[in-house]
């Protein structure tokens, strides 16, 4: 299974989700799920993790490499098994910029999970990531 992770603009929220689900995936023998993630703008292309996001990373010894987000393309779309967002608006990008979205996409959590980019709170939004991931790997079971 191929899932890609999809926030605004792939600096916190979804490359955080990435590089949790990489782990956890890894720490429990999962070979069958593998996971990218992306933005749904342009708007911080090329950027790396943002500080506080490595920070709180680093907190729950989550490994990350170096990051160059980038925006979701009809590619993506077409590798990836799941599309998970973060929140309505990223829903409402995807829904405008890819031509089929029926199906494979849906929200991470069945409630929106805020950009710690404007709440500054990077742990609730690690909790509410950790959250997700236990019902996708629930899901493939």
């Known amino acids: 299974m191929e899932i890609c992770f999809v926030c605004y603009g792939n600096i916190c929220r979804s490359v955080m989700a990435e590089y949790m689900m990489k782990k956890v995936a890894a720490d429990r023998g999962r070979k069958d799920i593998s996971c990218f993630s992306r933005a749904a703008s342009s708007h911080t292309e ?13 907190r729950h010894g989550i490994p990350y490499s170096r990051h160059h987000a980038r925006k979701i393309t009809e590619e993506d779309y ?16 995807l829904e405008r910029l890819l031509e089929d979205t029926e199906g494979k996409i849906s929200m991470l959590l069945e409630t929106e999970i805020a950009d710690p980019w404007y709440t500054g709170d990077f742990e609730t939004t690690y909790k509410d990531l950790k959250r ?5 790997l629930e899901e493939c079971l």
């Open 78 to 93: 077409r590798r990836s098994d799941r599309i998970y967002v973060m929140d309505e608006d990223n829903m409402w990008m």
């Open 46 to 58: 090329g950027l790396d993790i943002y500080g506080p996001a490595k920070k709180c990373l680093d």
């Open 132 to 136: 997700g991931i236990e019902n996708i």
